[in-house]
């Protein structure tokens, strides 16, 4: 290879050059140009962080929930400080030299030449003050932020709530700077890519009296800023109010849909909280009182709560006892007091008998849908009563049971509907039946669902056999359409077919007269079509739920109530039901009368007399 | 006892007291920009300085550690280590953890390892093993190409990661092929495709064509000895580009530049080839083959591109040319990296007085960054001594690595050159704004233990070849 070896001179001479090329440009750009000293010495260079107002937000009608309003955070650069005035400076804060004192050394602690939060949100006043002075404070400058106000002390829970980056954010993008906003939960959290908008960033060069005198380059290497985009909601301002008014008294949950879009157009979870409350500087204070409010007001019931679905249920099974052709609507079961074989019972209340599917429906009778829970284990198309579980099973995920939905928000819970690996867990393989898991059949044991589910159910009911993902954006200012996973249809595994009885019997639940278990929810003019519920609760008195939709032909709400240990569904959750509809479909609520014994304002007596019938039905239903 | 004594004599003491010049002078300015008012002393080790004085111990072991191992050890277990490292190389992409998007770090005990640093002067060793077998000739084909395979594969992998510093470094090894024989004709022309490569990214591809047939013109003209011809050619492209031009701006047909520049071109290319072939003027259809070999290239990079690669990837590759703006701003901080090392002047602020370079601004100043430290704090005298140093440490090593008789230092030696060398230029030229922003340290300066470890035991792998040079003959 030595006949190569001349190249070491090649090597050599590229090296001695690349040597010579650098230290000619080092001498040019260190000893010739003295631009960049004067760039340097002037301490010249300051960066302005231009904050986007952050994306509004809009109800279904158009009218505002959610803007913004400017606040006015004072920062500091620690090695730019000199000594100045603090008295000063102390007076415009209204702040005390100990607490100025305390200020800088924790942004000391922090950094010294990155900027840090000397004061949060100052008056307008104080900020144009201090502006004005500001020669005299070198190292402080007045940063605008945007902060969110609400036009309503609604949804909060659907809307989340904006607060300060944390470390992990920081860490994982390199967007978020200390001290940025970021939405924390919600639709804000949701969203925040498009409501953000895009920080700009001003170079400029300062004077000795730290004003800004000229743009750097030529604002060459600025960033410009652009507006967070606006949001549209699918909520509806005043059937949220509304649902949030009713709820006050309670602890529970109400979701309200569009059936045809999956839209929300109410998310209620009660307790609540003004969404006020967690903005800007009382943000940390308020947090801390609603986390240890024994309520707890922060945990979102209409997705994170998980009750047995109860007796509205019995709509599922009578669908999936027609679906597996193993009952027919004029299938008739008979019951007196409930169902018995052996030892075995569960209890029932005094109806008519026999009943067909719609009149069970309508009368909510546990006996029947023991005996097509029966009819449907014991289908002859299986081999096993598991096999038979299975498929069931398997059409209650095909209605969206047992997972997250998939609405935006990100704490929504599964549910939950046993796999029959859990029976043969329990009690071994082939060792249980029908009358082993028969409460299943009137919607209690292992079953949970969420409130939002129950409402998804409802919707899926009204839609005769297809759910779209509920979601609570419908536009987004800028892009052409939402994510199309908000537009698909999800068809059920059971036939458009088999919904027309179950429906008719959800009719009769309200508009049937004698033996229909909530009369109360009837609006005059609007077929409301629904299904009551008590969810059996270990914990204390059970829970009212209610899930409904209305009008019959092309419905256009469907909606889902829980109300935490109030007993029957007809007491409180029907009525519930019935206002939320009647507010919605007719734009006002005509029965006031209703409205205040919901609201608790008059005993629960007092209407009954006037209409007799509400204590016989809440002794009826189940 | 005695061959030990024998390795001590034999050693090269100039090249390391470079090298211990090197770190301790890098770890001062790695002090420099990361000290803070409140720390507790130079050995506090939650600080990058207290850091890298653990690193500096551990790399002292690491130098002899290479040292007492025997010649004969780096040769015979080269492939072996070889095959390991791609074996590692692998186990990073599926056990690795993942830092600034790049899945190239193992985490053990608290401090992260890149594998992908290590790879450097294992390849080496492998390339010197495949060059020095026997019967080896670089001039053949398929013994270039396993060479090249050999460089390629640790590369390959590690842009999975993905991480276009390692690959531009790889790319290094080129030089010791040229070193042991390979034909500098081919070296120019893939340099030439390498240039043509970033320019394609960088410049608007009419701009290049323009310019591509700019050189051709000028090329020809002066083989041809002759001015009337090849201007009489611009004459007719420039004027058949002005009519498709027109043309296209009329019909509103929106062809884009570069086509209508490729389609005035081609009339000429077709007479000139045919005058070629009448003519035998071969070395003219030579100089348009060369023009149409580019044109091809620039087409089928601009095509991978913007349809091969991913939307991301394509993004990492033009943040990393300095094209596209990512959110910390790449050419602001060049700006600011200028700034700070122009501000350094003459002999500097003094040690510890800086004050662009502690800025956060510069957001890698302790690793990449480190260079304008140095610019700020000791001035044009610092960065000469710096660039003086490493020159002097690179002819040093040309020195040492022509002296072996063994094929295989000798190639393991400008290994080390050539790894050397390209973390020098690309380093220092992107801190003084004559290269791009590509993230590569610069070698025994930078923070950071990975990059350290590796330097060290590349120089003292060679070192300790080195003495040896009287008993290695192969």
Redesign the interface.
């Known amino acids: 290879?030595n006949?190569?070896?001349d190249?070491?001179y090649?090597?050599?001479a590229?090296?001695?050059l690349?040597?010579l090329?650098?230290?000619i440009?080092?001498?040019h750009?260190?000893?010739m140009?003295n631009?960049?000293?004067q760039?340097?010495?002037s301490?010249a260079?300051s960066?302005r962080t231009i904050y986007p107002a952050r994306g509004l937000i809009y109800d279904r009608t158009g009218k505002i929930m959610v803007y913004n309003k400017a606040a006015y955070d004072i920062m500091v650069i620690p090695r730019q400080l000199e000594t100045f005035d603090t008295t000063e400076l102390c007076a415009i804060l209204k702040i005390t030299r100990e607490s100025a004192r305390e200020r800088l050394s924790s942004a000391?602690?922090y950094?010294?030449?990155?900027p840090s939060v000397f004061m949060k949100q100052v008056s307008y006043e104080n900020a144009a003050l201090l502006q004005e002075k500001m020669f005299q404070f070198p190292g402080l400058y007045v940063q605008t932020r945007t902060l969110r106000e609400y036009t309503s002390p609604i949804a909060s829970h659907a809307l989340g709530y904006v607060g300060e980056v944390d470390q992990d954010h920081l860490d994982k993008d390199?967007?978020y700077q200390m001290g940025d906003y970021i939405g924390v939960s919600g639709v804000e959290k949701a969203y925040e890519e498009y409501l953000r908008g895009q920080k700009g960033?001003d170079?400029f060069l300062k004077d000795v009296h730290n004003q800004a005198i000229e743009s750097y380059?030529e604002g060459k290497?600025d960033?410009s800023v652009e507006v967070g985009k606006n949001l549209t909601t699918t909520l509806d301002m005043e059937l949220q109010a509304y649902g949030e008014e009713l709820m006050s008294h309670y602890v529970g949950s109400v979701v309200a849909l569009e059936p045809k879009s999956g839209e929300v157009l109410a998310l209620v979870s009660a307790p609540s909280y003004s969404p006020d409350l967690l903005v800007g500087r009382s943000l940390g204070v308020e947090f801390g009182k609603l986390a240890t409010d024994t309520l707890n007001p922060l945990f979102n019931r209409a997705l994170m709560a998980q009750y047995p679905p109860g007796s509205t249920f019995k709509t599922i099974m009578g669908l999936i006892g027609l679906q597996e052709k193993v009952i027919t609507k004029k299938t008739e079961h008979h019951c007196y007091y409930g169902f018995y074989v052996g030892n075995i019972h569960t209890a029932c209340h005094l109806h008519e008998t026999p009943l067909n599917l719609i009149e069970a429906i309508q009368n909510s009778c546990n006996t029947y849908f023991i005996n097509v829970l029966k009819s449907i284990l014991q289908d002859v198309k299986f081999a096993s009563a598991a096999e038979a579980y299975d498929n069931w099973r398997q059409h209650l995920l095909s209605m969206g049971f047992a997972q997250s939905l998939g609405i935006e928000l990100t704490n929504e819970l599964n549910g939950n509907i046993p796999t029959s690996d859990y029976f043969n867990r329990i009690y071994g393989e082939n060792h249980w039946n029908y009358l082993t898991i028969r409460s299943l059949a009137i919607g209690q044991g292992e079953l949970l669902a969420t409130p939002l589910q129950m409402a998804n159910m409802a919707a899926t009911i009204a839609n005769r056999g297809y759910y779209i993902t509920p979601h609570l954006i419908s536009e987004i200012e800028g892009e052409e359409s939402i994510d199309e996973a908000y537009a698909k249809k999800h068809y059920t595994s059971i036939d458009t077919s088999c919904y027309g009885p179950i429906v008719d019997g959800m009719d009769l639940v309200i508009n049937g007269g004698a033996g229909s278990t909530a009369r109360n929810a009837k609006i005059e003019g609007i077929t409301v079509c629904g299904k009551t519920g008590t969810a059996e609760n270990p914990h204390g008195n059970d829970h009212s739920i209610f899930i409904a939709f209305a009008p019959k032909i092309n419905p256009k709400i469907a909606i889902a109530v829980y109300v935490e240990n109030q007993g029957f569904g007809t007491t409180y959750a029907a009525p519930i039901a019935s206002l939320m509809i009647e507010k919605y479909l007719t734009g006002e609520v005509k029965r006031t009368w209703y409205e205040n014994w919901v609201k608790q304002l008059i005993q629960p007596v007092a209407p009954a007399r006037k209409k007799d019938s509400i204590v016989n039905d809440t002794l009826q239903n189940n | 006892m005695v061959q030990r004594n024998r390795i001590v004599a034999n050693l090269d003491w100039v090249t390391i007291l470079l090298w211990l010049l090197m770190i301790s002078f890098g770890w001062m300015n790695i002090y420099s920009a990361n000290i803070?008012?409140?720390h507790g002393g130079i050995f506090d080790f939650s600080q990058r300085f207290g850091k890298q004085l653990i690193w500096i111990g551990a790399s002292l072991l690491l130098a002899m550690l290479m040292l007492v191992l025997d010649a004969k050890f780096y040769i015979y277990f080269s492939y072996l280590l070889y095959i390991v490292l791609l074996g590692v190389l692998l186990g990073v992409l599926v056990f690795g953890k993942e830092i600034n998007g790049a899945r190239s770090w193992f985490i053990i005990g608290g401090f992260q390892l890149q594998p992908s640093e290590f790879a450097k002067p294992i390849t080496a060793l492998a390339l010197a093993n495949l060059l020095t077998s026997h019967n080896y000739n670089i001039r053949r084909f398929w013994h270039l190409i396993k060479a090249f395979a050999i460089i390629a594969a640790p590369p390959m992998l590690i842009l999975l990661q993905p991480d276009l510093g390692s690959v531009l470094v790889y790319s290094a090894f080129l030089?010791v092929l040229?070193?042991?024989?390979f034909s500098s004709n081919i070296m120019m022309m893939l340099a030439a495709l390498g240039l043509l490569f970033f320019t394609t990214l960088l410049l608007e591809k009419a701009l290049l064509l323009l310019i591509l047939f700019s050189i051709t013109l000028i090329l020809s003209m002066i083989i041809a000895r002759s001015f009337k011809k090849g201007a009489v050619n611009a004459a007719i492209v420039a004027a058949l580009f002005g009519i498709l031009f027109g043309v296209n701006y009329l019909l509103q047909t929106e062809f884009s530049l570069f086509v209508l520049g490729l389609a005035a071109l081609t009339p000429v290319a077709v007479i000139i080839t045919i005058n070629g072939f009448r003519l035998r003027e071969y070395v003219q259809m030579k100089i348009l083959a060369g023009l149409l070999i580019s044109i091809l290239f620039i087409i089928s990079v601009d095509f991978a591109m913007n349809n091969v690669l991913k939307p991301h990837q394509q993004h990492r590759i033009y943040v990393t040319l300095g094209i596209e703006?990512?959110?910390?701003?790449v050419?602001?901080n060049v700006?600011q990296s200028?700034?700070?090392?122009?501000?350094?002047?003459?002999s500097g602020k003094g040690y510890l007085n800086g004050?662009?370079t502690?800025?956060?601004?510069v957001p890698e100043q302790s690793t990449d960054f480190i260079f304008c430290t140095v610019?700020?704090e000791w001035?044009?005298l610092g960065?000469?001594f710096v660039?003086?140093l490493?020159?002097g440490f690179?002819?040093r090593i040309?020195v040492l690595?022509?002296r072996q008789r063994s094929?295989f230092s000798r190639i393991f030696g400008?290994g080390f050159?050539s790894i050397i060398?390209i973390h020098?230029?690309v380093n220092?030229?992107m801190t003084?704004?004559?290269l791009p922003v590509i993230g590569i340290p610069l070698p025994f300066f930078s923070y950071g233990g990975s990059s350290l470890w590796t330097f060290t035991m590349f120089l003292f792998i060679f070192l300790r070849l080195d003495a040896s040079r009287l008993e290695l003959l192969r």
Do not use: C, W
């Open positions: 290879m006949q190569y070896r190249r070491r090649v090597f050599a590229a090296i001695i690349v040597g090329l650098f230290m440009r080092l001498f750009i260190q000893v140009d631009s960049y000293e760039y340097a010495l301490n260079q960066v000391k602690s950094s010294y030449r990155v390199p967007y960033k170079i380059e290497l960033v | 803070m008012e409140a030089l040229f070193r042991e024989g703006d990512d959110p910390q701003g050419g602001y700006n200028k700034i700070a090392i122009g501000s350094g002047g003459f004050t662009q502690k800025l956060h601004f610019g700020e001035g044009f960065t000469s660039i003086l490493y020159v690179l002819l040309i690595a022509e094929s400008y050159i060398l020098f230029i220092v030229g003084i704004g004559l």
